[in-house]
């Protein structure tokens, strides 16, 4: 269930057997511009910095150190002894970038930036611009890693990409580790569908709407339907499920009923309880 009757604060329940599993809740007016991606161009090289400034559409410009630009980038092979003259002469004022924010701006600063972009999913994380380091989280027990690894070796992982195994991915089958990695592969190449079709610096992509952050870390193949009662966060949804899984588009579905959403399903006395001071054993 999602609700936002006011557009400011939205909250999220998750419901398994009619009771409350999981509740998150957000507000707009608090804005989280990290992991976002965008198109960006190059504006200025600085040698004695190590980096580039990158115009992505912002009000200030972000800062890219050199060894945050993906070998993808250059025009010809990128070796690690690279000097900063070496970058000067392989980049150029006004070329063209796929960038992540990694740390938002503070104070003088501008935003710290990376081509290496990194896709977060339910169970895994995809980094499209980087090459043959399919990893495992560290949280992942012994008893988890074998199996994981022989997955890996069965799932078609384009080339010149590289997936991340989370730790929600233990347990799970080939079948819905796969589904998760198409999901993220939809991303991306609508990531770069949108980046040649802008003439400017843009957004290309927010993982902070906050919905969509909690689909991508809660939502799974045994979710039922998703009830939305603001209509502005049903578009956004649908149009994300166009994206990804149209087939679960049917089970997406609009409240408009008088009474709230919350109280139809009973949450609102769920979520009393949980906040109550004293609780009944």
């Given at each position: 269930?999602?609700?936002?009757?006011?557009?400011?604060?939205?909250?999220?329940?998750?419901?398994?057997?009619?009771?409350?599993?999981?509740?998150?809740?957000?507000?707009?007016?608090?804005?989280?511009?990290?992991?976002?991606?965008?198109?960006?161009?190059?504006?200025?090289?600085?040698?004695?910095?190590?980096?580039?400034?990158?115009?992505?559409?912002?009000?200030?410009?972000?800062?890219?150190?050199?060894?945050?630009?993906?070998?993808?980038?250059?025009?010809?092979?990128?070796?690690?002894?690279?000097t900063g003259e070496n970058f000067?002469?392989?980049?150029?004022?006004?070329?063209?970038?796929?960038?992540?924010?990694?740390?938002?701006?503070?104070?003088?600063?501008?935003?710290?930036?990376?081509?290496?972009?990194?896709?977060?999913?339910?169970?895994?994380?995809?980094?499209?611009?980087?090459?043959?380091?399919?990893?495992?989280?560290?949280?992942?027990?012994?008893?988890?890693?074998?199996?994981?690894?022989?997955?890996?070796?069965?799932?078609?992982?384009?080339?010149?990409?590289?997936?991340?195994?989370?730790?929600?991915?233990?347990?799970?089958?080939?079948?819905?580790?796969?589904?998760?990695?198409?999901?993220?592969?939809?991303?991306?190449?609508?990531?770069?569908?949108?980046?040649?079709?802008?003439?400017?610096?843009?957004?290309?992509?927010?993982?902070?709407?906050?919905?969509?952050?909690?689909?991508?870390?809660?939502?799974?193949?045994?979710?039922?339907?998703?009830?939305?009662?603001?209509?502005?966060?049903?578009?956004?949804?649908?149009?994300?499920?166009?994206?990804?899984?149209?087939?679960?588009?049917?089970?997406?579905?609009?409240?408009?009923?008088?009474?709230?959403?919350?109280?139809?399903?009973?949450?609102?006395?769920?979520?009393?309880?949980?906040?109550?001071?004293?609780?009944?054993?």
């Open positions: 269930l999602i609700s936002s009757p006011d557009n400011i604060i939205t909250q999220i329940a998750l419901l398994k057997d009619k009771l409350l599993f999981n509740f998150s809740l957000d507000n707009v007016k608090i804005l989280n511009k990290q992991h976002n991606v965008y198109k960006g161009y190059i504006t200025k090289i600085e040698i004695s910095l190590n980096a580039v400034f990158v115009d992505y559409g912002d009000t200030k410009q972000g800062f890219l150190p050199f060894r945050e630009i993906s070998p993808f980038y250059f025009k010809k092979k990128l070796l690690n002894t690279c000067k002469q392989m980049l150029a004022k006004g070329d063209e970038l796929i960038v992540q924010i990694v740390k938002e701006e503070r104070g003088g600063k501008g935003a710290l930036l990376t081509t290496f972009i990194r896709l977060i999913g339910n169970y895994l994380i995809l980094l499209p611009n980087t090459t043959n380091v399919n990893g495992i989280s560290k949280k992942i027990t012994d008893f988890y890693r074998d199996d994981i690894k022989c997955i890996f070796s069965r799932i078609s992982i384009p080339k010149g990409m590289s997936v991340i195994a989370r730790t929600a991915s233990c347990g799970k089958s080939i079948e819905e580790l796969e589904w998760d990695l198409d999901i993220l592969l939809s991303k991306w190449f609508s990531i770069k569908f949108v980046f040649k079709s802008s003439w400017y610096p843009c957004l290309l992509f927010s993982s902070n709407c906050f919905c969509l952050q909690f689909l991508s870390d809660f939502f799974q193949s045994d979710v039922e339907e998703i009830i939305i009662d603001n209509f502005i966060i049903f578009k956004k949804i649908t149009i994300y499920f166009e994206m990804v899984q149209p087939f679960f588009l049917k089970n997406i579905k609009f409240y408009n009923e008088k009474s709230l959403l919350f109280s139809k399903f009973k949450v609102d006395l769920e979520l009393e309880t949980m906040f109550c001071r004293t609780l009944k054993l």
